[in-house]
């Protein structure tokens, strides 16, 4: 889910001085806008990285049972069994090393997912403490343009559950990916890898809005 660089900064990071005069809460909830966008961008990122490795260990996991197969049926020429062993050990060895990796990208996404819960925790923060000052009604006159601050709060819940169920979702497919001998179940875990069903075009709306309404994008 790849987006632009934000409103008044010449990259992703949005110039924290640039927003000065925004104060209290409005200053919170811009600078949580902003760190949801770097923070999915991050996210966008690694996806793209897992899903190469990704590929690599599904063709390795192929290249490892061929050559099981292969050694079965030349279990009586003792001419090539040293090179199928040689070759079988360096394919398992390369097929681990992509496992790692991939392990290391989805402890990378575990760590974005755990921002992305502070942020959640941020956002009710700021709805209780304008709950406390205003009463249930909340405040008269919306921080941006016309959203309620609720709605803060809402959206970053949203994404937060969009991006743990997705989460959950590459855990089992890291889990799965190098013992699967299916051509088609590893084509399936490969296509939900690199197409993330739960964090669709509602995700990218959710984050496009709360762009918009706190400044980031242009109206």
């Known amino acids: 889910m790849e987006g632009g660089g934000l409103q008044g900064s010449e990259t992703t990071t949005p110039g924290r001085k640039s927003q000065s005069a925004v104060t209290g809460s409005a200053r919170k909830v811009k600078d949580n806008a902003a760190d949801w966008h770097n923070l999915i961008l991050k996210w966008d990122r690694l996806n793209d990285e897992g899903s190469t490795m990704a590929n690599k260990i599904v063709n390795l996991g192929f290249n490892k049972s061929s050559q099981k197969e292969m050694q079965v049926m030349m279990a009586g020429q003792d001419t090539s069994a040293s090179s199928n062993s040689e070759n079988a050990f360096e394919n398992s060895r390369e097929l681990e090393e992509e496992c790692d990796k991939l392990l290391s990208v989805v402890d990378k996404m575990t760590h974005i997912v755990s921002k992305m819960e502070k942020l959640v925790s941020s956002e009710k923060g700021i709805v209780d403490l304008e709950t406390f000052q205003y009463g249930t009604g909340g405040r008269q006159t919306p921080l941006f343009q016309t959203w309620p601050t609720s709605q803060f709060a809402d959206v970053s819940n949203k994404l ?6 997705e989460l959950t979702l590459k855990r089992a497919i890291l889990q799965e990916l190098a013992h699967t001998t299916n051509p088609d179940l590893s084509m399936v875990y490969l ?17 496009e809005g709360l762009l918009l309404e706190t400044g980031h994008r242009p109206i």
Do not use: I, M, N
């Open 160 to 165: 937060y559950e969009a991006y743990k169920q």
């Open 191 to 207: 296509s939900c890898w690199l197409y993330q069903p739960y964090t669709d075009d509602r995700a990218k709306l959710l984050l």
